[in-house]
């Protein structure tokens, strides 16, 4: 439901829950783990920018917290598979996932 997002670099990318942009307001899971760093420039040297405006980080060592929707917080592993990531974005989607 609601995920960490910092940047150590390009600073006016700023945490998406405290921004008032329409659209920064929202994130996204992809299939590209280079979303999950907390350095926007870097993440966007290597994908379109796109994925990178919307996507996490943390500067929690080795993890990302998330706030899920039964109301527990949870810290996701910055090398999770990104395929196990995008079906924790959806909901009801049958998917069988590990616990954290």
Same mark, same amino acid.
């Given at each position: 439901?609601? &995920?960490? *997002? $910092?940047? *150590?670099? $390009?600073?006016? *990318? /700023?945490?998406?829950? !405290?921004?008032?942009?329409? %659209?920064?307001?929202?994130? !996204?899971? @992809?299939?590209?783990? =280079?979303?999950?760093?907390?350095?926007?420039? %870097?993440? !966007?040297?290597?994908?379109?920018?796109?994925?990178?405006?919307?996507? @996490? /980080?943390?500067?929690?060592? &080795? /993890? =990302?917290?998330? #706030?899920?929707?039964?109301?527990?917080?949870?810290?996701?592993?910055?090398?999770?598979?990104?395929?196990?990531?995008?079906? #924790?974005?959806? =909901?009801?989607? &049958?998917?069988? #996932?590990?616990?954290?």
């Amino acid at each position: 439901m609601v &995920g960490e *997002r $910092h940047t *150590r670099t $390009h600073f006016t *990318r /700023g945490p998406f829950w !405290a921004d008032s942009f329409n %659209l920064y307001s929202k994130g !996204a899971s @992809w299939p590209y783990s =280079i979303s999950m760093v907390p350095d926007y420039d %870097l993440c !966007a040297s290597q994908v379109n920018a796109n994925y990178c405006k919307y996507g @996490w /980080g943390s500067f929690h060592p &080795g /993890g =990302i917290s998330f #706030l899920f929707c039964d109301g527990s917080v949870r810290s996701i592993p910055s090398s999770i598979d990104m395929n196990v990531f995008m079906a #924790l974005s959806t =909901i009801a989607g &049958g998917e069988v #996932l590990p616990n954290f």
